[in-house]
């Protein structure tokens, strides 16, 4: 009885001895996309077999005396392995990322949601961080150029911190804006914050100066990614804001269990890329004759332009902190960017200041996520668009056989007065002194932007979250423009005193949603979930004028508003009448997957849009609907390929009317306290624009994701265009505004991958997209007679912007040469070429086809990426070309005058057969600003070596400095097919208008320089 009663209690006592030196560890396993509790989690201790799995709710408790100084291992299909040491912890949570190698690549798609690329029912596409600053841009969109199929970048040619022209593909809307909504961290913000508008005529003028668009202030390295939401299937769930398509921001926030210090410092020197063709042996007819028809003469002019451009610089530095634990982290950053223009005077300068906290609560079901981004900016004498108050002009137009350097040095005289002050050859009101403009024919546009975000979640349980998030975007432009006495007197209103325009407006825009995300409990082979939602959009734009209809200064070069002359009853002081617009908004979505490869998508949304008040339906509703089969794991294809899938989807957007057209009011004019009688006829009918689009595609891998193929066919036709119409002669209105039209969008997108070579010490990856978009005008208002519409007015020029049933929207008009019936030239009397009596169409700038290709090499420390991209088809004009004929100083008419005449094909009025026709007697015709501009239509075609970089990442033993890299940058660094005498990817306006039009615009710039990355 002794014995066996021992036995036991040894027993027992070793295992309570055992027990007590045992560590046990608890904890939880979340995504950290989703933030959801993960269950059947693998959780190890690292070399053993000792180990258990997460529950339902994703928590574990596993216990053992080696867990105190072992590593546990948790593991997932389709997310990435964490390995964590346990020193001695009793408490371990786990948020795993997904693994985009496993699962395909996650997308962000609306509101800012994660999903797996595979569930995606339409196309989208991303662009990495690394994209966006291994060769920086003043304006972060232009560096998305030749990297996203179907997404077409115009930059503005109006120096440093101009805006960029985007559409994705094609243009929609016959008088709206065909610009995407651009959304921040899942929220939409706005890009309207130019108060000086942009340029829309072509003789521009003291407001016709490009402020910069908003979304360029934003600093690059802030950016976690783009995403860009092409076809209205992706962008439906943001209702008429996103019309046009969407590109999603995700910014950068503090990760857990890393703290990092980056510093990143870019310098590039940017060079004219070209220069127009000037001819060097004829002069003047006197010595201060404006244009350059004179007899053979030695001229001085071939460095005018090396006088006047200067070299310009682009620093850049950003520093930035991140940090945190499983329960908060802290992400902020500072950046500041100087650069100067290759026009003198032309600079800018731009601060950064981002501060982004996270953190969770309430056993980490309540996630709050707070940021705050503040953006000064200063932009100096932004280069004017068009024939007025442009440097170029008075610079190109020089005569050949003249001496500019007396007038670079002393573009002044102090001891004149009026006109008299600016030294120069001549009194032309387009050409002017180009010092004198660039010193005293100043601007600058100031800008604050204040963009706060918050966002609260809480997940009740893994099955269904709600979210509450709301920002404010406010903007407050200032932009002054002055011009000094001395100025030529058509520029400044007669005013031998000055000019001064003070434009300052406020945009603050307040949007707020509400999400309720689920994810049925269902077991099977059909899973569900989606998200229904409502949101509200409120802008509200106020300011103040000085300027605009004034008589000038009343004491010279005294540029405050207290000193302008009012004209007539007018104020020189007004303040602007108050724009504000309120969009509410109720949608859902759902998905439904059928065993993992096949899914079904359908959207739905409800806008209340207050631009449609006194209309009897101040709504609209729009749906979409998508369906994608992963085919390759639904049936065994052949070994070569290693994922297949296709899609398809339809959807509906709307798109809002401008502000006050449905109930137009009379007002009070704020200049003079009269009423003014609004003589815009009411249109209560008004319905809001509606596109359809339907698109297909396929998205495939091959040879172990060596190959990747994607393809997209898409057709959309927007209606109900909203169109200005002139009433009949027997109406009191002036304007009236009809609901007709209709434009058509079709084409097609793809990108092919390959990695060429895999090896351990070199790689070779190559990509090509490409993409084509046919557009056409399908109707305008036929029923009531109207097949065509003027989008940008000729002003006396030689041509115009019109849309035409059957043509395109940017569509070019202008005169043609007369011919015969035999296609011969029409001569008038005096010899010169006679023109068409009306306009014809003479081109349009959309390329046919756009191509991107890149290439990226890797060797030991070493990485080598090469951009080339190419558009290919289309016409551009230039109304430079045309005037330096006019003047006799462009290299064609001096090769004219050289061979004894123009040769051509022409005939007489007698109907004889002419073969030469005098140089000044053709170009004096066919240029000019009124000139024959069929004659200056050019290919549109430009291939370029678009972005190139060689970077070395130096090996660190440091434990401080954990990474050095340094690159050797360039950008737009030759073309290698160009045929226009400018870059025809330049826009003077990221409006409607002005499109495919070059009037002494700001040339192209090469950008050559450097990048230093720090890790700490």
Known sequence: ????????????????????????????????????????VSVVLQGTTIGTSTDADGNYTLSNP??????????????????????????????????????????????????????????????????????????????????????????????????????LRGNRSLSGSNQPLYVVDGIPVTNSGNSNGQPNSAYGGSTSVDGGDVISTLNPDDIENISVLKGASAAALYGSQAANGVILITTKKGKEGQTQINFNSTFTASTVAYTPDFQNAYGGTTAT????????????????????????????????????????????????????????????????????????????????????NYTTQTIDNAPNAGLYLNPLVGLYLFPRNADIMPYKNQYEISSATGYDRQNWIDTEDIRQNPWWVANRN?????????????????????????????????IEDIFEAKMYSGTHATLTGGSPNGFYVYNSQTLSQKYGDALLTFNLPMEGAIKVDGLVGTSITDSRRVGLETGPGSLGLRNPNFFVAQNVLASGDMNATKTIPENHTQLQSVFGTVNVGYHEWLYLNATARNDWSSNLSYTPDVSFFYPAVGLSGVLSDAVDLPSPITFAKVRVNYAEVGN??????????????????????RRVMAFATLKPERTRTYEAGADLKFFDNRLSVMFNYYKSNTLNQFIPVIPSAASLYETAYINAGEVQNKGFEFLV??????????????????????NEVIDIAADRGINNLVVTGNNNLGYLGQVAVGGMIGDIYGYQLMRDEQGRVMLDANGAPRRTTNFEFIGNATPKFSMGWTNTFNYGNFVLNVLVDGRFGGKVLSMTEALMDQYGVSERTGDARAQGGIRVNAVNPEGEAVSTVDAQAWYGTTGGPNGIMGQYMYDATVVRLREASLGYTFPMKSNVVKSLRFSLIGRNLFYISKDAPFDPELTLSTGNGLSGVDIFSQPATRNIGFSVNVTL
């Not at 014995?3 to 560590?23: K, N, S, W």
């Not at 502000?659 to 009011?665: A, I, K, R, S």
């Not at 090896?759 to 190559?766: I, V």
């Open 1 to 40: 009885m002794k014995t066996t009663f021992r036995i036991p209690l040894t027993v027992f006592l070793l295992l309570v001895c055992a027990y007590a030196g045992a560590q046990t560890v608890t904890g939880k396993v979340t995504s950290i996309s989703e933030g959801n509790g993960m269950p059947g």
């Open 66 to 167: 080696a867990l105190a100084t072992g590593t546990l291992v948790f593991s997932f299909i389709g997310y990435g392995t964490e390995e964590v040491a346990v020193a001695n912890r009793t408490q371990i949570d786990v948020a795993m990322t997904e693994d985009i190698f496993s699962l395909g690549e996650v997308v962000v798609t609306a509101f800012g949601v994660k999903r797996s690329e595979k569930t995606v029912t339409y196309a989208t596409q991303q662009v990495s961080s690394d994209e966006l600053t291994r060769v920086k841009t003043d304006n972060l969109m232009n560096t998305l150029n030749g990297k996203v199929p179907g997404v077409n970048i115009s930059p503005s040619a109006s120096g440093v911190g101009g805006s960029s022209k985007v559409t």
């Open 289 to 372: 004759a404006k244009q350059s028809w004179g007899a053979a003469a030695a001229g001085t002019g071939e460095r005018n332009t090396d006088e006047f451009f200067r070299t310009g610089t682009n620093w850049t530095n950003s520093l930035s902190l991140s940090g945190g634990n499983e329960i908060a982290q802290t992400y902020f950053s500072y950046a500041n960017t100087r650069a100067k223009g290759v026009m003198p005077t032309n600079d800018l300068d731009r601060n950064n200041i981002s501060l982004r906290e996270t953190a969770k609560f309430l056993d980490k079901k309540l996630s709050v996520d707070a940021s705050i």
């Open 442 to 474: 100043t601007n600058e546009a100031n800008r604050k932007r204040y963009l706060l975000s918050g966002s609260v979640k809480y997940e009740f349980n893994k099955y269904l979250s709600l979210q509450l998030r709301g920002n404010m975007d406010h």
């Open 656 to 677: 809002t009317v401008p502000l006050y057209v449905t109930n137009p009011q009379n007002y009070t004019n704020p200049s003079t306290g009269a009423i003014d009688l």
């Open 753 to 774: 991958g390959y990695d060429v070579i895999r090896g351990e010490k070199f790689s070779w990856n190559t990509s090509l997209n490409g993409s084509r978009n046919v």
